[in-house]
């Protein structure tokens, strides 16, 4: 069996791994990265690459004020006392830093979101914008082959065969038919885009979000000439006294013992497409109600059973096991819905034609709703309905605003339509008379702008996603234009919250609180920082980015302690690279 040593090996190339490897190797170490699928990126690149940073340099020279003491007190609030607030504080801390660290190196650009509230406005200290930060752009044409090996985006975020838009773009898209700056907008991506795969390229340059910042880390990375191994997953931990000292991978050219003298880092996504941990967890899937993970089929809890084999546990205190989405199934694919619920004209309703929670909440709560609403149903299912004027207007999932065609969605199925809420009931086997009775209900609250059944529109957080434009209440308007159209949802998650029980320096911690010398553990690998609750846009990636940072430091200081002479040179494998 081949045989390589490193300071460090990192499993897995989401956000987290990425970010550890780019650290490790800025502070001294000799890293390899690994990755079990053929491609980079992980959940990651499917993501809106938003992180959370409160109190940054970003807020400040947008003139936003903020405190990390006022963040410590929110997120702990959010927690509700079922997170560490000694990790709530070294994240909050660091965050800034850690982000700080990437971008003054070319490993990642972001810009504050002005407009992106907490969730909760309800709770001490939430903050009406700012403390989130999106991903700028990339040119992926900066990676040169390795383009090729990054993981796709998600289907919602491209189109015309791979354009690839970002959240604002999606906006413009929506207003392409009524505002001349929005036309120009996409008119421009669209011939940039058009160029560019008439001179080959497989998809267009253009990356954004979650993809953005992958390619970003990857050229880094690439610069560096940091070993990045694909299909190469890790196959088992090995120890020595209680020490875990290195892995067997399998990779494309044959098993591989890869000897660490710092540590494994275990960064492999969470446990989206576990089985077992999902019967075991989702309480809706123990019932046998219909569950689609976002994430791609390669987050399978591969770092939660390696670190549990070693002896770490997981903490399981979070709220929540997953970050929920409701999702519309189309196909092979399953499509989030994030911002459409919550525009003016859009309602949701359950097997029994009634509405069941407000619908701009955001995406993990509304999905909570969801599954309450179902439980004990033979499916966890429910409609999203919709008027003409409001489809063709803000469009709906897959179906984009006019002038996109409607026929390939109804043929499929996907989009389903009819005359009246009445048709439209019948064709969706609820009862026509409840459906009809709810969407009056609706109309005659949308028409004062007051939502008296759940108060849709009556958070900071619920504004800023509905239509400014739209009055009086910028997530209502009355259902009143047929025909009517529907979409099925289901539950669905975009990433899990329970992982691995570490300590402030990413350490895994065995079933006494004691850190297990040479594992660690980030990102969804780790327990929620948040407690499983998701107070802001950035929940997952801002703490990701920021533990990893904090894991490489903690290495590299244990390394200067160490007498041990390191080893000059990383051997490399022969495993297929990125």
């Known amino acids: 069996m081949k045989q390589v040593a490193c300071d460090v090996l990192v499993a897995g190339s989401g956000a987290a791994g990425l970010a550890c490897a780019f650290a490790a190797h800025e502070m001294g170490l000799q890293v390899i990265l690994t990755e079990k699928a053929d491609r980079i990126g992980g959940t990651t690149a499917w993501s809106g690459g938003e992180l959370w940073v409160p109190a940054s340099r970003w807020q400040r020279a947008a003139g936003i004020d903020d405190t990390a003491e006022a963040a410590i007190r929110y997120i702990s609030a959010a927690a509700d006392g079922r997170a560490d607030v000694r990790r709530i504080r070294a994240y909050v801390e660091a965050a800034d830093g850690a982000v700080a660290f990437f971008a003054e190196r070319g490993a990642m650009a972001v810009e504050v979101m002005a407009d992106a509230p907490d969730y909760f406005d309800n709770l001490p200290c939430a903050h009406a914008g700012g403390r989130s930060l999106r991903t700028v752009p990339f040119d992926g044409r900066a990676l040169g082959r390795d383009f090729r090996t990054l993981q796709e985006p998600l289907p919602a975020a491209r189109v015309m065969g791979g354009l690839s838009l970002s959240r604002e773009d999606l906006g413009h898209l929506q207003s392409v038919t009524r ?27 253009r990356t954004t979000m979650g993809n953005a910042l992958v390619a970003r880390f990857l050229a880094a990375l690439r610069q560096r000439e940091v070993p990045v191994w694909l299909s190469s997953p890790v196959q088992s931990l090995t120890q020595q006294g209680g020490i875990v000292t290195g892995a067997r991978l399998g990779t494309p050219d044959g098993p591989v013992m890869v000897t660490v003298r710092r540590g494994v880092v275990l960064a492999t996504g969470g446990f989206s497409h576990h089985k077992d941990m999902q019967r075991r967890h989702y309480p809706h899937a123990r019932q046998g109600q219909v569950h689609l993970s976002l994430p791609p089929p390669e987050v399978a809890g591969d770092g939660i059973d390696l670190g549990s084999a070693v002896g770490g546990k997981i903490r399981g205190k979070a709220e929540e096991p997953a970050a929920w989405a409701a999702v519309s199934p189309m196909g092979a694919e399953a499509m989030p819905h994030f911002g459409d619920r919550a525009k003016p004209g859009f309602i949701a309703v359950t097997v029994n034609g009634r509405r069941f929670t407000n619908e ?30 409001a489809l063709r207007r803000y469009g709906l999932g897959r179906v984009g605003p006019f002038p996109a065609p409607l026929t390939g969605h109804l043929r499929s199925g996907y989009l389903v339509r009819g005359r009246s809420l009445h048709d439209l009931g019948k064709r969706l086997d609820i009862s026509p008379d409840s459906l009809a009775e709810t969407v009056a209900r609706y109309n005659a609250d949308a028409k004062s702008g007051i939502d008296r059944e759940f108060g849709k529109g009556g958070t900071t957080f619920d504004r800023a996603s509905g239509d400014p434009a739209h009055y009086p209440n910028p997530c209502m308007a009355p259902l009143e234009h047929g025909p009517f159209y529907a979409i099925r949802i289901v539950p669905g998650n975009l990433s899990t919250f329970l992982g691995l029980d570490t300590d402030m320096d990413g350490a895994v911690l065995d079933a006494g609180g004691q850190a297990i010398p040479g594992i660690y553990a980030i990102g969804a690998d780790a327990e929620s920082v948040a407690g499983g609750s998701y107070p802001a846009a950035g929940i997952t990636l801002g703490p990701a980015i920021t533990f990893a940072w904090l894991t490489a430091r903690a290495m590299a200081e244990k390394a200067a302690r160490d007498t041990t002479t390191p080893l000059k040179g990383t051997p490399r494998s022969s495993a297929r690279t990125a």
């Open 179 to 205: 505002s001349t700056g929005s036309a120009l907008r996409i008119a421009g991506l669209v011939m940039a885009h058009g160029w560019q795969r008439l001179t080959g390229l497989h998809r267009g340059a």
């Open 360 to 389: 701009a909440a955001n995406y993990h709560d509304f999905c909570r709703a969801l599954i309450a609403a179902c439980e004990g149903a033979p499916r966890a299912e429910a409609f999203l309905i919709a008027d003409h004027r």
